[in-house]
């Protein structure tokens, strides 16, 4: 079952700036929660995916504690009657919709007390749930009656029900009041007994516990209801001096609180209202990253408010840190919270990113060509080095970086020809000259190469390939004397 979303003539918004949308123009709702929930790439260290995140908020708020306060002074009659005939039908539909609700109920009158009391809390939202059993009852007891001078005790009964109504520390705590009268401000230690309370208290007090307020002001009383002058007919409280505050009190508490305010609501529509506010609250989404060490995510916007029941999309970056050397994947569980709350498992993504690392590249398939010199003729053989690969297939470089050998420069019958090995071109290192000679009297001479092969991203590898003079063509190859390493360049 889904609340019907009309918004009707007498809705204000309050609150967060958020755009009202006429039910005709809201589109088929997707399941609340995020979509995508899950999302998997590779990525380079230093580079970065963006995906698009699309959160659909609940048409009710998540874990919310609903408290009921009703104005039920002598002119509320035909207001109570409806809320009364029709407080089942508003809990089955926000039960229908909502995870894990509670409700309480209270009312006010005023002072002095000719009504028989200030406010009462008739039944505070419940530890365990009752599904609503509590409220149902107080709230079908409730009758009209008293209330002396058109000002009430308005202000008084949401500075009790702050702390009297019982809401859950991580609920989403809101206050559905609806009245026809504003609120005596300030409320004097005199008469009431207590600190003295005043709009500007009652403000503070219910942004500290995170309740939000939809008002409902009927056209049964005064003119603006709660949003009328609480100093034009105020007569009762002549204890607390000269009466105080200003109209627009209902419209100035649902904004401060992030809640909704409904003006000139006919008794009879007084809880289609209340179901229609219960819809259409402001929520901030908020993404929320928990990531592994090395990756990171952003988010644009870092927040957004909609109403409830609504969509809201993010631009969600992840980030792979430059400086990520492991293999091992990293994750990023990402909690989109409803007004700094986890609204359960639907509203949480996890990101999981493989990191490419770049691997070396592979210097063991290196060889000379040619790999051995023959005629010993003295004269130099240009020897060019190749066979470096990369597994990732990045562009090598490959530079000689030494050449030794195991004989002497010039040795016993190896022509006294110096040095042994020189460069083809400063500009060129993969090749190099060595010399086709060897000592008549050894076992060939060994030209050992040293290189050094670099991939484009800065990564190495080095090795060592020979070339060898055999002693002759009947004898097989040279033989490297590993005892004896000369510089071959002579220096």
Known sequence: MSIVRAIPRWVVTAGAAVAVVPASAVPARAADGVTPSTFSASLEPGEHVTITKTVTTPEILPKPDIYFLADTTGSMTPVLENVIANAETILAA??????????GAGQYRDFPTGGGFAY??????????????????????????GGGDFPEANLFALHKLVTEAGFRPDSSGIVVWFGDAPGHDPVCSAISGEATVTEASVIAELQAA???VIAVSSTTGVPDGLDGDPVASSSDYEVC???GGSPGQATRIANATGGLVFKDVAPEDVADAILAGLASLPVTVTPTATC????????????????SGTTVTFAETLTLDAGVTHPAALTCTVDFLLNGLSAGAAFVETNTIQPILNQPPVCTGVRAGPSELWSPNHKFVTVVLSGATDPDGDATTLTITGVTQDEALNGTGDGDTTPDAAWVSNAVRDRVKVRAERS??????????????????GDTCTGTTNVGVPHDQGHG????TTSVVVNSFGS
């Open 94 to 103: 926000v039960d229908a919709t909502a995870n894990d609700p509670r409700y």
């Open 120 to 145: 009462r809390n008739d039944a505070a939202i419940p530890s365990t749930d009752d599904n609503g059993a509590a409220a149902l009852a107080a709230i079908g007891a409730w009758t009209a009656s």
């Open 210 to 212: 995170n309740i939000q």
């Open 241 to 243: 001096g000269s009466p």
């Open 292 to 307: 592994d060490s090395g990756l990171t995510a952003t988010f644009d916007p870092a927040e957004e408010t909609v109403l």
């Open 440 to 457: 008549g009297g050894g076992d060939g001479r060994v030209y050992r190469i040293s290189f050094t092969v670099r991939d484009e991203n």
């Open 477 to 480: 190859p040279a033989v490297d």
